[in-house]
């Protein structure tokens, strides 16, 4: 409709919140689904409107709302999202400074002690290529971080409860997966729980202040309000999968389980049916989250393990998964190394990461496009790790040497790696003999950016598909 005394171009109001064009382009172009946006008396043209509804959406103008104010001028606006750019950059500076925190803690974690990786021990390499698409199928995968190699090396694998189980497991046990296909499954689901444990408010470090104060009742009201909106935007999140479309999210979410896998080891297990495991053994985790779905105040529990689980996981059954199998739970089993097999790839990389890469190309070339697994995040995931390595080639690395001079790395391996990438075009990561033994090394701009490109560009196709 025309504005009186302005120009023949068309104008839009935008008081009500039921604006077709409003609401359209938001929801298509930004997946917001809630239609209260924002109230203003101001008219606008096309023209305003294509400049400005991005910015609203960028800044997520539901922040307008919560604090109730009416937006009655074109300038009121401007200013209200001047402040929002603001309060968007300080809590930007923060979420950057939180994700610095974590990966330099979780990189002192794949450390370790300075204690030299011995490849020349029981455990035999074995080349993935070698194994039969049957031998494939059939067999046993554990993975573990490349600082426990030598321990594993000496005392075999015993069965334990570890560092990310625990809270959740009450026994001991050997966890695995069986063949390519449950492989590639630990992945997608390991992608999931770990998004889940980085942005889920719950877990992340910096609200356990807010928890302890709900917790012994010294929290006050507003307090409680935030956080709780705060995990109930999360669990939105995941449920609808909307994670999956914000590109810093997944950015950072590649980035550290590029890490660490990057930083761990792939090992086939021989393993004696019946006495150390059977098929029959129950998921502890399932049953639990299975057991919580018919009371209404902990379904939505049950909803986003179940998300986090995957379509290819049973939930008729609490029987284990082949993703997800472990030796019979509480009982005292010690795998030796003699059993123990550490896989490598054809050019004699041995990191998780180059492993995994092999066994999602080998799973696409022999499996019938209709009979694959549809993963919720491993293919985008791997797309990433392609393309964010792409012309950079591995070279072998022997960790039993001290590194001499100055060296430079396309991407993070924790100092006793046994591989790195090597960038020949450009310094990007410098180590020098005075850094040797440090937990963090510099940020790496060039390969945020490219990641950022690669993470953006399928948000776009996704957009422009619709």
């Known amino acids: 409709m025309q504005a009186s005394g302005l120009s023949e171009s068309r104008y839009y109001d935008i008081t009500g919140i039921h604006d077709g064009k409003w609401i359209k382009y938001m929801q298509e172009k930004f997946y917001i689904e809630n239609e209260h946006y924002i109230h203003t008396k101001r008219q606008m043209t096309e023209a305003q409107l294509d400049e400005w509804i991005p910015r609203l959406a960028f800044v997520h103008i539901s922040k307008l709302l919560e604090e109730e104010k009416e937006i009655s001028?074109?300038?009121?606006?401007?200013?209200?999202?001047d402040a929002l750019d603001e309060k968007q950059k300080i809590e930007s500076n923060a979420t950057e400074s939180r994700k610095v925190q974590i990966i330099t803690e979780q990189r002192e974690i794949y450390q370790g002690d300075m204690e030299k990786e011995n490849n020349n021990g029981n455990i035999?390499?074995?080349?993935?290529?070698?194994?039969?698409?049957?031998?494939l199928e059939n067999t046993f995968f554990h993975y573990s971080l490349k600082k426990d190699k030598n321990s594993i090396d000496s005392n075999g694998l015993k069965a334990q409860i570890g560092r990310n189980s625990k809270g959740i497991d009450e026994k001991k046990?050997?966890?695995?997966?069986?063949?390519?296909?449950?492989a590639l499954e630990t992945w997608d689901v390991w992608l999931k729980w770990r998004a889940n444990r980085l942005f889920n408010p719950y877990y992340q470090k910096e609200n356990q202040g807010i928890r302890d104060a709900i917790e012994n009742g010294t929290a006050s009201e507003q307090e409680k309000h935030e956080y709780y909106y705060k995990c109930e935007q999360w669990n939105k999140e995941l449920l609808s999968g909307a994670y999956k479309e914000d590109k810093e999210k997944l950015e950072f979410l590649y980035e550290f389980q590029m890490d660490e896998m990057s930083a761990s080891n792939y090992y086939t297990l021989d393993l004696i049916k019946g006495e150390e495991f059977t098929y029959n053994e129950v998921d502890e985790s399932k049953r639990k989250n299975i057991e919580k779905k018919d009371y209404p105040n902990r379904r939505l529990e049950y909803e986003m393990f179940k998300e986090m689980y995957g379509s290819y996981s049973d939930f008729d059954t609490l029987k284990v998964?082949?993703?997800n199998m472990h030796t019979i739970l509480g009982k005292q089993i010690t795998i030796r190394p003699d059993r123990i097999k550490q896989l490598t790839t054809p050019d004699g990389r041995n990191d998780v990461l180059s492993v995994v890469e092999f066994l999602y190309d080998k799973y696409k070339q022999i499996t019938p496009k209709e009979e694959q697994v549809q993963f919720d995040l491993l293919d985008k995931y791997m797309e990433y790790v392609k393309e964010i390595t792409q012309n950079k080639e591995y070279?072998?690395?022997?960790?039993?040497?001290?590194?001499?001079?100055?060296s430079t790395l396309s991407h993070f391996h924790d100092q006793k790696s046994d591989v790195f990438f090597k960038d020949e075009s450009s310094k990007i990561y410098t180590i020098t003999p005075n850094q040797i033994g440090k937990k963090t090394v510099n940020v790496n701009i060039e390969k945020k950016d490219v990641a950022r490109n690669v993470v953006q560009r399928k948000i776009d196709e996704r957009i422009n598909s619709r």
């Not at 001028?73 to 999202?81: A, D, K, R, V």
């Not at 070279?395 to 001499?404: A, K, L, M, Q």
């Open 73 to 81: 001028s074109f300038e009121q606006l401007m200013e209200e999202l």
């Open 124 to 135: 035999k390499m074995i080349d993935i290529s070698t194994l039969s698409d049957v031998e």
């Open 321 to 323: 998964d082949k993703w």
């Open 173 to 182: 046990s050997i966890f695995f997966s069986k063949g390519i296909e449950g």
């Open 395 to 406: 070279h072998s690395f022997n960790r039993n040497d001290r590194i001499d001079g100055v």
